[in-house]
T-cell receptor, first 112, second 111 residues
Framework: EAQVTQNPRYLITVTGKKLTVTCSQN?????MSWYRQDPGLGLRQIYY???????DKGDVPEGYKVSRKEKRNFPLILESPSPNQTSLYFC???????????FGSGTRLTVV | GQQVMQIPQYQHVQEGEDFTTYCNSS?????IQWYKQRPGGHPVFLIQ?????EVKKQKRLTFQFGEAKKNSSLHITATQTTDVGTYFC???????????FGDGTTLTVKP
């Protein structure tokens, strides 16, 4: 089944403790992207990648890092999480040649 | 930077009534996409519009892209309870990797 898989689905952590949210897709998509979703603010793009080793900032990149060493994986790294990073995070991927993103099921992160 | 405004934020309708959500971009877009997110779910891609003035239909859903490629709309005819959810537009400029989502319109349908 074609899908984007994120892990974990839920995570509660403490301020300052480094964490990684994994994202993997099995559709050989070139583009991958991370979004955060907060009430009333829609989906805001954090980082995106247009291919292996090619990443760029979205609208809200502060406090996040990403890497794209393989085409299928695009992990999101929070080096020192803070409470304002409490949010619902979505990973997504799509073909370079158009059409929309396929989204993962989301990761609900709480930083206390 | 690019901004995409979407209105209304909420829409409550009686089943069978029509529904429209509007999207306006501060800049000219290369394309615009529409997504639907059911409560507790993830966004699901509905359609992409590319051409100026383009109109596409999916059953009871009609999507339009403005002549200036700065605005778009989604119209649902005769809403059903299965249409409940939040509808987002997402604008893309020449940098195809960068996407800007509207804040969404949440539709509730009363049976």
């Amino acid at each position: 089944e074609a899908q984007v898989t994120q892990n974990p689905r839920y995570l509660i952590t403490v301020t300052g403790k480094k964490l990684t949210v994994t994202c993997s897709q099995n559709m050989n998509h070139e583009y991958m992207s991370w979004y955060r979703q907060d009430p009333g603010l829609g989906l805001r793009q954090i980082y995106y990648s247009m291919n292996v080793e090619v990443t760029d900032k979205g609208d809200v990149p502060e406090g996040y890092k990403v890497s794209r060493k393989e085409k299928r994986n695009f992990p999101l790294i929070l080096e020192s999480p803070s409470p304002n990073q409490t949010s619902l995070y979505f990973c997504a991927s799509r073909w370079k040649s158009g059409n929309g993103y396929t989204f993962g099921s989301g990761t609900r992160l709480t930083v206390v | 930077g690019q901004q995409v405004m979407q209105i209304p934020q909420y829409q409550h309708v009686q089943e069978g009534e029509d529904f429209t959500t509007y999207c306006n971009s501060s800049t000219t877009l290369s394309n615009i996409q529409w997504y639907k997110q059911r409560p507790g779910g993830h966004p699901v891609f509905l359609i992409q519009l590319v051409k100026s003035g383009e109109v596409k239909k999916q059953k009871r859903l009609t999507f339009q892209f403005g002549e200036a490629k700065k605005n778009s709309s989604l119209h649902i005819t005769a809403t059903q309870t299965t249409d409940v959810g939040t509808y987002f537009c997402a604008g893309h400029n020449t940098n195809a990797g960068k996407s800007t989502f509207g804040d969404g319109t949440t539709l509730t349908v009363k049976p």
